[in-house]
C-alpha cells in the first residue's frame, strides 16, 4: 500500500478495478492490508471520478452476487466492506442518483440477510466478518439525510434478521455492536414511526409461547439466542442511555425491555 507521503499508484479506472480482484485473496496480508487498505486511502482522498465509483461499485456487487460460489468466503465481506467506504462518499458528497442509492440499500440488505457464513477471525486466513462489515454499510446508509423511508425499513428487517444468527452461533467478535450502531442512527431521524420502532422491538424480546424459546438453557441453540438477544439488546441500551440524546430514550426502553424479558 502506498504511504500517505507517497501519490497512490492506482489512479486509472482500470487499475482500481483491478485492485478490487485482490478483495478475495486467501492471504490477509494481501487482502486486508494491502487491497483493503489501499481502497481507504484511495477513496478517502476524495478525487475518485463518480464514474470510477460506478464501475467500482458494481465489480463489488458482483463479488457479493456471487458470493454463494465461493467456499473460501472472503470476496463479499471485503466487497461490501468497501461499498461502505462508497456510501460514505456519497453521504459527504453525493454522487448517487437517489434510484442508485436505494438499489445498494436494497444489495446490502439482501446480503446481510442472507449471510449463513458466521466466520469472524481466524489466526492463519485473517478476517471474514460477513456481518460486522454489512452493518457497517447500513451505518454509512443510516448516516446519510438523503436515505428515504423504504431503504430504511428494509435496513431494519436485514438486521433484525442476524440478531440472532443461524446454526446456533455465538457471536464473539463484536457483531451485536456493529448491528446496534445503524439502528441508533436511524433512531436519530423521522424515517421509522414510533409505533413502527415498538413494534420492531417488541418482535426480539424473548416470547414464552414462541417454541424458540421454550427452555433455552437446555440446548446450544437456546443459549446463543439469549447470548446474542441480550447482547444485542445490552449495545443498544448502553449506548442510547449514554448518549444524552433525547430522541433516543424510547430505544432505550425498549432495549431495557428485550433484557428483562430473557428467562
Known amino acids: 500500500m502506498a504511504s500517505r507521503d507517497q501519490p497512490n499508484t492506482f489512479q486509472t479506472p482500470e487499475e482500481v478495478l483491478k485492485l478490487a480482484d485482490c478483495l478475495g485473496h486467501e492471504d490477509p496480508a494481501i487482502r486486508d492490508q494491502f487491497a483493503y487498505g489501499a481502497f481507504v486511502e484511495i477513496l478517502r482522498q476524495g478525487d475518485t471520478s463518480p464514474r470510477t465509483l460506478r464501475l467500482l461499485k458494481e465489480k463489488l456487487i458482483g ?11 472472503f470476496p463479499a465481506p471485503f466487497s ?21 442509492r436505494s438499489a445498494l440499500a436494497r444489495v446490502g ?27 457497517d454499510l447500513m451505518m454509512q446508509l443510516a448516516l446519510n ?20 444468527p443461524g446454526n446456533a452461533h455465538s457471536y464473539i467478535h463484536g457483531e451485536y455492536r456493529r448491528l446496534a450502531r ?6 436519530m431521524t423521522d424515517l421509522i414511526s414510533a409505533d413502527e420502532w415498538q413494534s420492531w422491538f417488541a418482535a426480539l424480546e424473548a416470547d414464552r409461547n414462541d417454541p424458540r424459546w421454550k427452555d433455552p438453557y437446555a440446548s446450544l441453540e437456546g ?14 441500551f448502553v449506548r442510547s442511555s449514554a448518549s444524552g440524546d433525547a430522541s433516543l430514550v424510547p430505544i432505550a426502553e425498549a432495549a431495557e425491555a428485550i433484557i428483562k424479558s430473557i428467562p
Open 80 to 100: 461490501v466492506l468497501v461499498l461502505a467506504e462508497i456510501a460514505r462518499i456519497d453521504r459527504l458528497d453525493p454522487f448517487m442518483a437517489q434510484a442508485e
Open 223 to 236: 443459549l446463543a439466542r439469549i447470548h446474542n438477544t441480550e447482547n444485542f439488546a445490552a449495545a443498544i
Open 145 to 164: 439525510p438523503l436515505l428515504e423511508e423504504q431503504d430504511a425499513r428494509i435496513m431494519l428487517a436485514a438486521i433484525s434478521a442476524q440478531v440472532v
Open 63 to 73: 463479488n457479493i452476487r456471487s458470493a454463494s460460489a465461493d467456499s473460501e468466503g
Open 109 to 135: 440488505s439482501d446480503y446481510l440477510e442472507s449471510i449463513e457464513d458466521y466466520r469472524g477471525f481466524d489466526p492463519e486466513d485473517g478476517w471474514r466478518h460477513g456481518v460486522a462489515h454489512a452493518a
Open 182 to 187: 445503524p439502528v441508533l442512527y436511524l433512531a
